[in-house]
């Protein structure tokens, strides 16, 4: 927030704040303003069209006009937009450059990334205990957070199914090892533990709430709203799945202050060039690497590796080396799709570990002779 729009309620911008504005956006639509266009916010995109909080209340406005046809240029649920006043249709003429984008690959074989959400402060990742944890996909979550460029939050969802609190301990040390530098936090949404403290963290700014189907998002965004403005259907019995009761990205202003982006679960979370957030979520085996005997250690074979010899004492877990390794390489493959030098230099590690393949080949032949 800022003290300009605070001390002025006059201002034409003034019910924008509730939703983020401040001087610093203020500066980015200037130009805009002199064309006579209005400043808003996106709170909800649906086939082509969108719905946009303005000056002027809850405006519907086309999107056609902003770059359609590149995945990544769209407009988006988090957006601040410029839009037409007038008009049948109205237009989104432009948006304003992005603080932050939290960005997946599609779920198609093509080489183009999705955008879930824009200029987030908080990504807030929803786990559900009434299963048995997936700390694999906990990972693959944060290290999409942290390349947002959000601060990432782990929610441990319907911690009234637990038995006891020192289960409940247990499972939020498990994920903490998961998540280093990440608050774990977890919440009963009937029956309102770690409510208040979510609240207030979320209070600070925008917060996007991601999770598979079922991990209990839409129940979460009604308990901080404090009314059911989302749809929520059971989750099946049998696997705890839920039902894609919210089927586009929502943005709802939270009665504390600050607002929170709602999402569809999420089957598929592909990495989109997230190298910098995989490192992030990993962040004690690159701690490790940095005293490996080769500055390329691959961290498989090779003589005086630091990160294998942490495994072999127990002091790094297997699981999260092999984890690590997995999400490298399906963050280099998406990477490869549109970088000619990442492709060449896969090519060229394939060579050379054929090479090594072969010549370990023949000095096993030349010992069997």
């Given at each position: 927030?800022?003290?300009?729009?605070?001390?002025?309620?006059?201002?034409?911008?003034?019910?924008l704040?509730?939703?983020?504005?401040?001087?610093?956006?203020?500066?980015?639509?200037?130009?805009?303003?002199?064309?006579?266009?209005?400043?808003?916010?996106?709170?909800?995109?649906?086939?082509?069209?969108?719905?946009?909080?303005?000056?002027?209340?809850?405006?519907?406005?086309?999107?056609?006009?902003?770059t359609?046809?590149?995945p990544?240029?769209?407009?988006?649920?988090?957006?601040?937009?410029?839009?037409?006043?007038?008009?049948?249709p109205?237009?989104?003429?432009?948006?304003?450059?992005?603080r932050?984008?939290?960005?997946?690959?599609?779920?198609?074989?093509?080489?183009?990334?999705q955008?879930?959400?824009a200029?987030?402060?908080?990504?807030?990742?929803?786990?559900s205990?009434?299963?048995?944890?997936?700390?694999?996909?906990?990972?693959r979550?944060?290290?999409?957070?942290?390349?947002?460029?959000?601060?990432?939050?782990?929610?441990l969802?319907?911690?009234?199914?637990?038995?006891?609190?020192?289960?409940?301990?247990?499972?939020?040390?498990?994920?903490?090892k998961?998540?280093p530098?990440?608050?774990v936090?977890?919440?009963?949404?009937?029956?309102?533990?770690?409510?208040?403290?979510l609240a207030?963290?979320?209070?600070?700014?925008?917060s996007v709430?991601?999770?598979?189907?079922?991990?209990?998002?839409?129940?979460?965004?009604?308990?901080l709203i404090?009314?059911?403005?989302m749809d929520?259907?059971?989750?099946?019995?049998v696997?705890?799945?839920?039902?894609h009761?919210?089927?586009?990205?929502?943005?709802?202003?939270?009665?504390?202050?600050?607002v929170?982006?709602?999402?569809?679960?999420l089957?598929?979370?592909?990495?989109?060039?997230?190298?910098?957030g995989?490192?992030?979520?990993?962040?004690?085996?690159?701690?490790?690497?940095?005293?490996?005997?080769?500055?390329?250690?691959?961290?498989e074979?090779?003589?005086?590796?630091?990160?294998?010899?942490?495994?072999?004492?127990?002091v790094?877990?297997?699981?999260?080396?092999a984890?690590?390794r997995?999400?490298?390489?399906?963050?280099q493959?998406?990477?490869?799709?549109?970088d000619?030098?990442v492709?060449?230099?896969?090519?060229?590690d394939?060579?050379?570990?054929g090479?090594?393949?072969?010549?370990?080949?023949?000095?096993?032949?030349?010992?069997?002779?």
């Open positions: 927030m800022t003290s300009a729009f605070l001390a002025f309620p006059s201002s034409p911008f003034a019910a704040v509730p939703y983020g504005w401040d001087d610093v956006w203020a500066d980015e639509f200037a130009p805009y303003a002199t064309e006579g266009l209005l400043a808003g916010r996106v709170i909800r995109v649906d086939r082509g069209q969108c719905d946009v909080v303005t000056s002027d209340g809850v405006l519907r406005a086309d999107t056609a006009f902003v359609p046809n590149d990544m240029r769209v407009v988006c649920t988090g957006d601040w937009v410029a839009v037409e006043p007038a008009g049948n109205r237009y989104v003429r432009t948006y304003l450059p992005r932050t984008a939290f960005v997946r690959s599609t779920s198609s074989k093509r080489s183009e990334g955008i879930l959400a200029n987030v402060d908080y990504a807030v990742v929803a786990v205990l009434a299963l048995e944890l997936d700390l694999g996909r906990v990972e979550f944060l290290a999409l957070a942290w390349e947002s460029g959000a601060q990432p939050l782990v929610v969802t319907k911690a009234d199914l637990v038995p006891d609190a020192a289960t409940l301990g247990h499972l939020v040390q498990d994920v903490e998961t998540a530098g990440v608050p936090l977890p919440v009963s949404s009937s029956g309102g533990e770690g409510l208040d403290v207030a963290v979320l209070s600070g700014g925008t709430l991601l999770g598979q189907s079922g991990a209990g998002k839409s129940t979460l965004a009604n308990a404090g009314e059911d403005v929520v259907r059971a989750a099946r019995d696997d705890g799945k839920g039902r009761t919210t089927t586009t990205r929502n943005l709802l202003a939270l009665p504390g202050g600050g929170l982006i709602d999402t569809p679960g089957r598929g979370v592909g990495l989109w060039d997230a190298e910098t995989v490192g992030q979520v990993f962040s004690e085996i690159e701690g490790l690497a940095a005293d490996c005997r080769f500055h390329d250690c691959a961290h074979a090779e003589p005086g590796c630091a990160v294998l010899a942490a495994v072999d004492s127990g790094l877990p297997e699981r999260r080396l984890s690590y997995k999400l490298l390489r399906e963050n493959r998406i990477v490869a799709k549109t000619a030098r492709r060449a230099e896969i090519r060229r394939w060579k050379r570990k090479a090594e393949g072969r010549a370990a080949m023949a000095a096993k032949r030349g010992r069997w002779h």
